[in-house]
Nanobody, 122 residues
Framework: QVQLVESGGGLVQAGDSLRLSCAASGRTSSSYTMGWFRQTPGKGREFVVHISSNGGRTAYGSSVKGRFAVSRDNAKNMVYLQMNSLKPEDTAVYYC???????????????WGQGTQVTVSS
């Protein structure tokens, strides 16, 4: 069992930066691929990024590539999402998730956090 808690969301202006954090707990949490997804009302969860268990492999969604960066600190059981050059269309609830595989679809992620709201004003 893995528990995930996101933090760091908030209201920012277009062009600003924000860093989200995800605290993972559970004996084997460092062995999981960690991902970030986002969701807006009435839409499904959109893949943002994932990072492999050792941090050696990452993949980004096309809408965030070049602006967002993911990292993890397994010693602290933390995953971070650095978001730069934020746009109003980045407004969403952001979820941290854990998976045994490297995937980009929500169904392969076994554990989810409660989400944190990011709002970008124009």
């Amino acid at each position: 069992q893995v528990q995930l808690v996101e933090s760091g969301g908030g209201l920012v202006q277009a062009g600003d930066s924000l860093r989200l954090s995800c605290a993972a707990s559970g004996r084997t949490s460092s062995s999981y691929t960690m991902g970030w997804f986002r969701q807006t009302p009435g839409k499904g969860r959109e893949f943002v990024v994932h990072i492999s268990s050792n941090g050696g492999r990452t993949a980004y969604g096309s809408s965030v590539k070049g602006r967002f960066a993911v990292s993890r600190d397994n010693a602290k059981n933390m995953v971070y999402l650095q978001m730069n050059s934020l746009k109003p269309e980045d407004t969403a609830v952001y979820y941290c998730a854990a998976s045994r595989v490297l995937g980009t679809t929500p169904r392969v992620f076994d554990y989810w956090g409660q989400g944190t709201q990011v709002t970008v004003s124009s």
